[in-house]
């Protein structure tokens, strides 16, 4: 859609709301470039928009029941501002397709994940037919190739950069490979240029983001490896920081492995999600590894990398986990000690191999599981916090505490949020801090020195 040259277009409202994961987090940022030349200007109260995006997330059933509840209170707005368009896009959206503009009348658009490029022509054709519209392309788009400068507000200090998109996994309770479709993977030249880019309007820190990072490249003409890759950013790039999600156990290399030691630019943290301890709930997970592989795998990290940070994901109550499973979940637990978990209760997806699984597990059973093993987590987490009191870590200062009290907060390489006494105008800045206190979810501590002096695009 474009406009005549020399004609501003109206300001008009976008809202934004972004359910889920980081990848959706990504293509609202996309939505929101694609809108700009049109007038579309953010804002943050709902109550102002001209057009609400919501982009939804299907992986958990309580995701999905979010946003289904979200979308029917908005139908009040509807009828106090009949100009308003509402489109939703995302996992939901592909999923449920036209039959969530039947569920709900004042829902103007679905866009599925293959169509968020398309939103500018999804909303020419509602605008001008005053219709409704359902945006399922069926062919899966190349990775989008972004110029990072258009992407993001001046300030931002950290950036998601799309590596790869979908996955080839097929894991048993994912939707993902559904509703991303396969793997591609992202040119290396083009990541290069858009972190360049992120780098020049003062961006410090990027999160390469993928399904499965770790198996970036397959398909690419260049002979490149995620290992590369990272490595060509530290070296090519004037990026200060590099962090990655998600990668899968299987795909773990020792190349990569090896970064974590040798490039100082990628943060010491690792996320790497492990799902069971049990080996019959991995097999019925599709996860292609056993819990030996796993703890073999972090045991030749930490090798490489002695202090480097773990988190994983847990997904408790599966179909057919019996308590003894449930115990050698709780063993990994124990012999991993992650620093940080994110743990849920499974829940059917429709569309999954695993909702067609018989011997589900009694909801009952699966909360108390997940309670024991949240609480059992919080106290390592914790243990693992107060270990920090004492040292000095660098800290890169993003901004306000969420604490409202003054305060400035960064995270340290190992990706723990610390909150301490600064000027506002050292954001941006990184800092040695010496940490002094520790809780569940933070550290406090004071600045005891400086680490570099930045000049953006230097
Ligand atoms: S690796 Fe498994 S859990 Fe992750 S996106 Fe692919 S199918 Fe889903």
Do not use: W
Not at 161 to 183: A, D, H, K, L, S
Not at 216 to 245: M, N, P
Not at 255 to 279: I, T, W, Y
């Amino acid at each position: 859609m474009s406009m005549p040259v020399g004609v501003r277009p109206k300001s008009l409202h976008l809202y934004i709301r972004t359910f889920g994961c980081q990848m959706n987090e990504y293509d609202s940022l996309r939505v929101r470039r694609l809108l700009a030349p049109l007038g579309y200007e953010t804002v943050a109260d709902i109550e102002e928009a001209d057009l609400i995006f919501l982009n939804t997330c299907s992986v958990r059933e309580k995701a999905e029941q979010k946003v289904l509840s979200f979308i029917g209170a908005l139908r009040r707005l509807k009828e106090r501002k009949p100009h308003l368009k509402i489109v939703a896009a995302g996992c939901v959206a592909q999923q449920l397709g036209g039959k969530l503009l039947n569920r709900f009348d004042h829902l103007d658009a679905v866009v599925g994940t293959r169509g968020v490029g398309l939103i500018a022509q999804v909303l020419e054709k509602i605008q001008k037919t005053n219709g409704r519209s359902v945006c399922l392309p069926e062919e899966n788009p190349p990775v989008p190739d972004e110029d990072g400068r258009e992407m993001f507000d001046s300030g931002d200090l950290t950036a998601p950069v799309t590596v790869m998109q979908g996955c080839n996994n097929f894991c048993t309770y994912c939707i993902v490979p559904y509703v991303r479709g396969p793997e591609r993977s992202r040119p290396a030249v083009d990541i290069l240029h858009e972190i360049e880019c992120l780098e020049a309007s003062g961006v410090r820190e990027v999160l390469l983001l993928g399904q499965n990072v770790n198996s970036y490249g397959r398909g690419l003409s260049e002979d490149t490896t995620f290992a590369g890759l990272i490595r060509r950013i530290a070296g090519e790039t004037g990026i200060t920081r590099i962090r990655f999600t998600t990668s899968h156990p299987k795909d773990l290399t020792d190349d990569l492995m090896g970064c974590f030691a040798e490039v100082n630019k990628l943060c010491k943290h690792l996320h790497l999600p492990v799902q069971s301890g049990s080996n019959s709930v991995l097999a019925r997970m599709n996860r292609r590894y056993t819990a030996s592989d796993y703890i073999a795998k972090v045991e030749r990290l930490r090798s490489i990398c002695p202090d480097i940070a773990l988190t994983s994901d847990i997904i408790v109550g599966f179909p057919g986990e019996t308590e003894e499973d449930f115990r050698m979940t709780m063993d990994l637990l124990e012999k991993v000690r992650f620093d940080n978990l994110f743990s849920f209760r499974y829940s059917d997806r429709p569309g999954t191999k695993a909702a067609g699984f018989a011997e589900k597990v009694d909801p009952e059973i699966g909360l108390q599981r997940l309670i024991e093993l949240q609480a059992y987590q919080a106290e390592v987490t914790l243990r693992k916090n107060l270990a920090e009191v004492g040292l000095v870590r660098e800290v890169l200062i993003e901004g306000s505490s969420r604490a409202s009290n003054g305060q400035m907060s960064g995270r340290t390489t190992h990706n723990r949020i610390v909150n301490f006494d600064a000027s506002p105008v050292l954001c941006g800045k990184i800092q040695q801090v010496k940490i002094t206190g520790a809780y569940s979810h933070s550290l406090k501590g004071d600045i005891v020195g400086r680490v570099d002096v930045y000049m953006p695009g230097k």
